[in-house]
Each structure stands twice: as structure tokens, then as C-alpha cells.
């Protein structure tokens, strides 16, 4: 007899983060399959006694195989993604493989268990920059032709849209940066704001408010979210002791996308 197979999305790395559902699935399981990296956001689990399943960077139909196949053989399981699992993660895969076997989440329990995206936690460092309409897209080529994808961004830059960089750049795949970018600039203004944030709630957390004449073509990679501001979105500016004003997010400024609540109510 089956048992239930959970995909779990971790958040964003930190403890704090991780909600009780994820918490009550990860705990009930004897299974615990993933991605190495994301295997050791968890604390003490490779000493918890449960059976590990860890797959590297490409590994993911064979995680998600031998994970259903643990659930089904009847070992409750769960297979972590960072992040949220309907996000640019593994439930969809799940979900496809399913179908493959000609099942469904009615005779095989799964349960898909959501978690805070990275992009909440980007734009929580950053202030508020998603408070209006933002679309989300990821620059790897990997499963997605760039064409494809540059006519995604292309529309929702044209569409004002604040837009949220997942993947950005590698060390071997640089093109699709370098192209976002140029379209970026030909798109919004030069003083436009731009967030830049690497590994959000986790060790080596690293964030920076810029503008996008501002941004550097080597500062990103990936492991760092790119927000690129809409027409309306602004960077607020700090003031210190000495009475002047600096945009540097290290001393508080923080990136501002108005919802429109002041211009209509006042």
C-alpha cells in the first residue's frame, strides 16, 4: 500500500522561514529526498536516522522518481525543494511523472506543501517593491529557448511590470544576462531602480539597491534575484546623523513600488 509522498518547499533557507506544515511533513516522513544544497538547510537531518536520498545540480527526474517510488513501496516520503515547490521547483514534475504512470493525486497521495518564495524573501530585504503588478522570469536557457524568454521579458517591460530575475547569469551562461539587460536599458529609464539580492535569509546574504545604469554585468549569478522597478518605482532614500541622504541599502534605504493607496485616498 502506498504511502504519502510531500513536496515540501523549504522557503528560503532560514529556520524562522520553514512553516509548521513543512515542519509536520518533513517530521513524518522516513524519506527525505533532494537536492544536496538543499538537503543542508536542514538542520541535523543527515543524523536523524531517515533514509537520504540526495541527487546533484541535473539529478532532478531521478530524485523525483525514487522518491515516488519510496511512497509508493509505502515508506511516507518527502521531497524537498527550496523555495516553493510550485515555483520554478519540482511539484510540476512530480505531477507530470504522475500522469506518466497513469495515476493521479486521488489514488496516490501526494500533497503538495507550499513554502515562502525566493522572491518573497528578495523583496522582503529589499522594502516593497512588488506591492503592484510584477512578472517573474527565469533567464536560464536550460528548459526554455532564450528567444522565448527574451520575448517574455520584452512584454512585460513593455507592459510595466516590475520584473523579477530568477537564474540570471552563470559562469558558463552569460548571454541571456547580458541580453536582459540591454533590453532592460532600452526599455526603462536609466535611473529606474533595481534590487539586487544573493542568498536571501541564508549564510552569505548580500543585498543592493542600484539603478539600473548602476548595475554591474558580473554581479549577479545564480544564486541572486534581480527586481527591476516599474515606472512608479522609487528607492527611498535614507538620512543619517550628519543630515545627508544616501540610497546604499547597508544604511537603511530601502525600494518602493506604490500600490496607489496615497494618490487616490490622500
Known amino acids: ?7 515540501v518547499g523549504l522557503g528560503p533557507g532560514a529556520g524562522g522561514l520553514l512553516t ?14 533532494g537536492y544536496g544544497a538543499y538537503l543542508d538547510l536542514l538542520p541535523g537531518l543527515r543524523s536523524s536516522g531517515r533514509r537520504i536520498i540526495s541527487t546533484g545540480m541535473g539529478g532532478e527526474m531521478k530524485r ?3 522518491a515516488m517510488d519510496c511512497a509508493l513501496g509505502g515508506e511516507e516520503t518527502s521531497l524537498v525543494c527550496s523555495g516553493d515547490p510550485g515555483i520554478y521547483a519540482l511539484a510540476g514534475l512530480a505531477l507530470e511523472m504522475l500522469e ?3 495515476l493521479s493525486v486521488f489514488d ?12 518573497c524573501a528578495a523583496a522582503a530585504l529589499l522594502g516593497a517593491p512588488l506591492c503592484h503588478d510584477f512578472a517573474c522570469i527565469s533567464l536560464s ?13 520584452e512584454c512585460a517591460l513593455r507592459g510595466d511590470f516590475v520584473v523579477v530575475l530568477h537564474n540570471p547569469r552563470s559562469a558558463r551562461r552569460t548571454e541571456p544576462w547580458e541580453k536582459a539587460l ?4 532600452a526599455l526603462r529609464a536609466p535611473a ?6 544573493r542568498n536571501a535569509f541564508r549564510p552569505g546574504q548580500r543585498a543592493r539597491i542600484a539603478t539600473l545604469a548602476e548595475l554591474e554585468d558580473g554581479e549577479v549569478d545564480m544564486f541572486t534575484l534581480v527586481v527591476i522597478g516599474n515606472s512608479e518605482s522609487r528607492i527611498l532614500p535614507v538620512r543619517g546623523a550628519d543630515g545627508e541622504t544616501s540610497t546604499d541599502w547597508e544604511k537603511g534605504a530601502r525600494m518602493l513600488t506604490p500600490r496607489g493607496y496615497l494618490g487616490k485616498y490622500g
Open 192 to 197: 529606474c531602480p533595481a534590487g539586487i539580492v
Open 64 to 66: 523525483v522518481r525514487l
Open 1 to 7: 500500500m502506498s504511502a504519502p509522498l510531500h513536496i
Open 20 to 33: 509548521p506544515d513543512a515542519t509536520a511533513a518533513l517530521e513524518a516522513s522516513k524519506v527525505i529526498a
Open 100 to 102: 506518466r504512470r497513469n
Open 182 to 185: 540591454d533590453i532592460a536599458r
Open 141 to 153: 536557457d536550460l528548459l526554455t529557448p532564450l528567444e522565448r524568454i527574451i520575448l517574455r521579458l
Open 108 to 119: 496516490f497521495p501526494l500533497h503538495i506543501v507550499p513554502g515562502v518564495p525566493a522572491l
